[in-house]
């Protein structure tokens, strides 16, 4: 989706995953700098950026939500990233600790089944009433080859509960949890993933092994959390200027309201 900014100056809005869209500042006609002021500002409340406004000619605040012309997507913004590759990334939520730690105990296969990259949104352990008897398994629809090949993969699974339609944008395939990661379960909401049982850790390692493009980044964090790695945990105590006790891990616990399915 092309957006004019002004200034005969125009930048594409491009899916980038089911949950996030990018800006593409670097390869905009003509080329917009970060340096371009009065083009292009970024107003921060708190360090968080809240809005980017090029000039008042069009303005993306947190909040909105934007519609891919000719797909029909829409995309709630509920967050608005600055990154060091030179664009903005308009973000409706991150993985949650359930995509990492939970969901390759629940499902079988490999990250690379699910489309990770285009349809997949987020998994939740909790429901409205804080029960957690199920996984919820949330896909966007977008309309794309092998979406209708994964939704056989879901169903076909032996956990498998139900699907639910929410609308015409979600669907939430639903999982029972094995009897067995009762323990898992108390270590995940307590952030010591170094402490899950080897045979788990591998179970999610493998899941995650051949993790490409965005996918890398759940593959990096959710390693170092199974680890607890000595030389991350070194550079976050420079970082902070404070040693991190060791039964503490650099990943950080889950937040309840990231775990519960919203929508």
């Not at 967050?79 to 629940?106: A, C, M, R």
């Not at 804080?130 to 092998?146: A, H, P, Q, R, T």
């Not at 092994?209 to 759940?218: C, K, L, P, V, W």
């Given at each position: ?111 690379s089944d699910y489309l990770f990259n ?56 639903v999982f029972s949890i094995p009897n ?76 309840i309201k990231d775990e519960i399915i919203?929508?």
């Amino acid at each position: 989706m092309i957006i004019n900014v002004g200034y005969e100056k125009s930048i594409e809005i491009k899916h980038c995953t089911a949950r996030t869209l990018s800006l593409d500042i670097k390869n905009s006609t003509p080329k917009i700098t970060r340096s371009s002021r009065r083009i292009l500002e970024d107003i921060t409340f708190y360090d968080d950026i809240i809005e980017l406004n090029f000039h008042d000619k069009y303005i993306i605040k947190l909040g909105d939500t934007i519609t891919l012309k000719g797909k029909n997507i829409k995309y709630k913004i509920n967050f608005i990233l600055s990154e060091i590759d030179g664009n903005y990334y308009l973000q409706e939520e991150p993985l949650n600790k359930s995509t990492s730690f939970i969901l390759p105990l629940v499902l079988s296969g490999n990250y690379s089944d699910y489309l990770f990259n285009t349809c997949y949104f987020n998994s939740y352990i909790l429901d409205s009433d804080y029960n957690s008897d199920y996984l919820y398994v949330v896909y966007k629809f977008i309309d794309i080859e092998g979406y209708k090949n994964t939704e056989r993969k879901l169903t076909k699974q032996k956990n498998f509960i139900k699907v639910i339609d929410v609308n015409k944008t979600f669907s939430a395939f639903v999982f029972s949890i094995p009897n067995n990661l009762e323990e898992v379960f108390t270590l995940f909401w307590q952030g010591k993933y170094h402490k899950i049982d080897e045979k788990y850790k591998q179970r999610i390692i493998n899941f995650y092994t051949d993790a490409e493009g965005i996918s890398r980044n759940i593959k990096y964090l959710t390693e170092k959390g199974l680890s607890n790695d000595i030389k991350k945990r070194k550079m976050l105590e420079a970082n902070l200027g404070c040693k991190i006790p060791e039964n503490i891990n650099i990943v950080s616990k889950p937040k309840i309201k990231d775990e519960i399915i919203k929508i």
